[in-house]
């Protein structure tokens, strides 16, 4: 055997083929460089006074030199005229219960769309109608809704309203939750509904169990966009601000308390999202396993 033959069991790369993976490697380091920067630099001017800003926002402090009293700062009304611990406050309730609420009845709904169409055709509709709603742009429908909200329902600035406009179980969590339930085999159902198993019971106790890591990962990527949400905020729950709208609106008064405390503000809101996504990348990346029926 030739000492330049290619091993077995060994892929060794063309030129060609280590020149477009460079390639790409290079473009993707470049991409993330972009969205890296703006994070490390809001990060660093946090930690300055208002004049080290002003003579230089692209100078890294000293360590001596780092005003971590910024952090402190923030949660003083008075310093920012406006009550960040409010704006967590309502940014954590209203995320976890937009999420939660969101995801089981999606899944409620993806379930019986998805498992019982057989007997009930009309159900089939339920479902182009899903894709259908998802296909019209959002803000078509926002005159729509300021109205309804607003003017029909009364629900504007009423949490214990508004919370019903979550349960729609349609969107994007209906059709992932749809793909996981035609993934599982109907013979679980029908071993349980032998048993004498109510349809409620092995939709709860059989088959929603096995689409938890589909429900994980929804949570988190969902959780992670509501937490940054403020334009829902801005039309319907203004007295009830969010971080996300907290840091909209704060923007044109920043040059009042200091651009760094403003800069805080942000760091502070992206801390939780940051470290969720850091701790279930995984939860979020891996596919769905499901075990087989035993005899």
């Known amino acids: 055997m030739s000492l330049r033959s290619k091993p077995s069991g060994v892929n060794l790369r063309t030129r060609t083929e280590k020149i477009i993976l460079y390639s790409f490697f290079v473009v993707f380091l470049a991409y993330a460089l972009t969205l890296i920067m703006p994070m490390i630099w809001t990060a660093y001017n946090s930690l300055k006074d208002a004049r080290s800003y002003n003579e230089d926002a692209f100078k890294f402090p000293a360590f001596s030199e780092m005003e971590w009293s910024n952090y402190v700062n923030i949660f003083d009304e008075q310093s920012m005229t406006v009550s960040i611990p409010f704006a967590i406050f309502?940014?954590?309730?209203?995320?976890?219960g937009t999420v939660s609420l969101g995801i089981f009845f999606s899944a409620c709904t993806s379930y019986v769309v998805c498992k019982y169409a057989d007997h009930h055709r009309w159900l089939n509709w339920v479902y182009a109608f899903v894709v259908t709603i998802m296909i019209?742009?959002?803000?078509?429908?926002?005159?729509?809704?300021?109205?309804?909200?607003?003017?029909?329902?009364?629900?504007?600035?009423?949490?214990?309203?508004?919370?019903?406009?979550?349960?729609?179980?349609?969107?994007?969590?209906?059709?992932?939750?749809?793909s996981g339930w035609k993934s599982l085999s109907w013979s679980y159902a029908e071993a349980a509904f032998?048993?004498?198993?109510?349809?409620?019971?092995?939709?709860?106790?059989?088959?929603?169990?096995m689409i938890k890591p589909i429900m994980s990962a929804l949570f988190v990527v969902n959780f992670i966009s509501a937490w940054g949400e403020y334009m829902d905020t801005v039309m319907y729950m203004d007295e009830w601000p969010s971080l996300g709208y907290m840091i909209y609106a704060l923007q044109n008064q920043a040059r009042f308390f200091g651009m760094p405390?403003?800069?805080?503000v942000i760091v502070v809101s992206m801390i939780p999202t940051l470290a969720i996504f850091v701790a279930f990348q995984e939860t979020i990346m891996k596919n769905m396993t499901t075990g087989g029926l035993k005899g």
Not at 139 to 144: D, E, I, V
Not at 194 to 209: E, K, N, Y
Not at 261 to 264: C, D, H, R
């Open 90 to 96: 309502n940014t954590v309730w209203r995320s976890v």
């Open 136 to 178: 019209i742009p959002v803000l078509g429908a926002t005159a729509t809704s300021y109205n309804l909200i607003h003017n029909e329902l009364q629900m504007a600035n009423k949490p214990w309203l508004i919370w019903t406009s979550w349960c729609s179980g349609i969107g994007f969590g209906f059709l992932m939750q749809y």
């Open 261 to 264: 405390l403003y800069f805080a």
């Open 194 to 209: 032998m048993d004498g198993a109510s349809h409620f019971q092995v939709f709860w106790r059989i088959m929603l169990p």
